[in-house]
């Protein structure tokens, strides 16, 4: 449920009108795709309605935005409405009650597949413009059978490794049985959370096994459990026995890892951009992030791997003013604009300009999740995954305390993987 917050702005009067209502109860219908009001979306004398969803965090941002929009097209009489709605929840929202939805809304790219499938989305027509301006895997990753359906807004949805610079050096960041080694020594952890599917797949992405979503959009395909490949599910199985047996390791969440910084027992972990601020709050000047470390595996050096992903704005599909929507999709996620988020939120920009920034280059989280990216893979998966990825993560983070044999274990988890969701 998404509340409706004090933020309609109306260019005419430049008066900030207030109101209460849910979305549940909201009057405003959209038309049905494909017979817009183009007409009265170019008009200059006409009102120009648009709802705009945002998270609680981005309300100022967006206003502030909106506003520079509304400057930036003096003579249209705009009545603009924010309304508070968190980014994950944008999907089932829209797919909810598609006419009842925001005009302009941020989506996360693992998100617009069935937002497509639902025809929830409307197609971006000046797609050379967006891949001129834009991070390319960016674009891609919100393109469909050649069709684009999002406005790229950011391209730091990850995970690296932070680390305390008073302990390691720049070398020692390299491997992950070298940072182990030094936090042991030093009676201090490296944490990583093996009960998250999300990081458990780092271990997995680089090895040559394979893994993803089927075709049909809900179940998975997975071969972790091989035993004719060069890297075995066993080797992988093993190498995280191996990890976990160290004394500098530690399995926890994001909540202990920032717990952890804070008091002084955890000098390394991987984690996001999210927790930037926090980190160099608390480290200072010793704060450094980095790319994910190797990991050793069946006696080979493996460069861990990644979820990745990017957060766009999207146009609903059954918007009455698409000219206008699209113009202020773009307005969101131009360059000054990503600039702008980034000093405002330290978001990474996908906008290649603004990625480009020196202000950007000096920021350590971003840098990392940037150069991790290269080694990730979209988050491309079916709900099995998760459950299956907690079960088996804390079974290797415990130390395998029944004595399980490996290939069972790993069989077993290939087969949650894989498993029909339908009862």
């Keep these: ?130 891949k001129k301006a834009d991070d390319e895997s960016a674009v891609e990753a919100a393109t469909i059978d050649g069709k684009l359906y999002g406005y790229p807004l950011t391209a730091d949805n990850g995970y690296f490794m932070y680390y305390n610079k008073n302990y390691f050096s720049d070398s020692d960041v390299a491997t992950l049985d070298g940072m182990l080694d030094i936090a042991g020594a030093n009676g201090k952890y490296l944490t990583m959370d093996w009960s998250s599917g999300w990081y458990l797949y780092s271990f997995f992405g680089n090895t040559g096994l394979d893994f993803g979503v089927n075709d049909d959009g809900v179940t998975n395909h997975c071969n972790w459990n091989s035993v004719i490949t060069d890297i075995k599910g066993v080797d992988i199985a093993q190498a995280m026995l191996d990890i976990a047996a160290k004394p500098g390791f530690k399995n926890c969440v994001q909540d202990d890892f920032i717990a952890g910084v804070q008091d002084g027992s955890i000098i390394a972990g991987v984690s996001g951009c999210w927790n930037a601020a926090k980190i160099k709050e608390l480290w200072g000047d010793d704060y450094g992030a980095v790319k994910l470390p190797t990991y050793t595996c069946a006696g080979q050096q493996i460069q861990m791997s990644s979820f990745k992903g990017y957060k766009y704005m999207a146009v609903n599909a059954y918007t009455k003013y698409p000219e206008w929507a699209n113009k202020l999709a773009q307005w969101f996620t131009n360059e000054d604009n990503q600039k ?84």
């Design 1 to 130: 449920m998404k509340r409706l917050i004090a933020a309609t702005l109306v260019a005419a009067i430049g008066v900030l009108l207030l109101t209460g209502c849910g979305v549940s109860n909201k009057s405003h219908d959209n038309t049905q795709a494909g017979t817009t009001e183009n007409s009265s979306d170019k008009a200059k004398n006409k009102e120009v309605k648009m709802h705009v969803w945002c998270s609680k965090n981005d309300v100022d941002i967006t206003t502030q935005m909106i506003e520079s929009f509304k400057e930036a097209n003096k003579g249209t009489d705009f009545n603009i409405i924010i309304e508070e709605s968190e980014d994950s929840d944008a999907r089932d929202n829209i797919l909810s009650n598609v006419h009842n939805g925001a005009d302009v809304f941020p989506i996360a790219d693992d998100q617009i597949t069935s937002m497509v499938a639902g025809g929830a989305l409307y197609e971006i027509e000046d797609v050379d413009a967006v």
């Design 340 to 423: 702008l988020r980034f000093e405002m939120k330290n978001a990474g920009p996908a906008n290649k300009a603004a990625a480009a920034d020196d202000a950007v280059k000096k920021v350590p989280a971003i840098m990392a999740v940037m150069d991790q990216a290269q080694y990730g893979k979209l988050q491309r998966v079916g709900n099995s995954y998760w459950d299956a990825a907690t079960e088996f993560g804390e079974k290797m983070a415990a130390g395998n305390p029944d004595n399980t044999d490996l290939q069972e274990i790993m069989d077993n988890f290939v087969a949650g993987i894989t498993q029909s969701v339908a009862k």
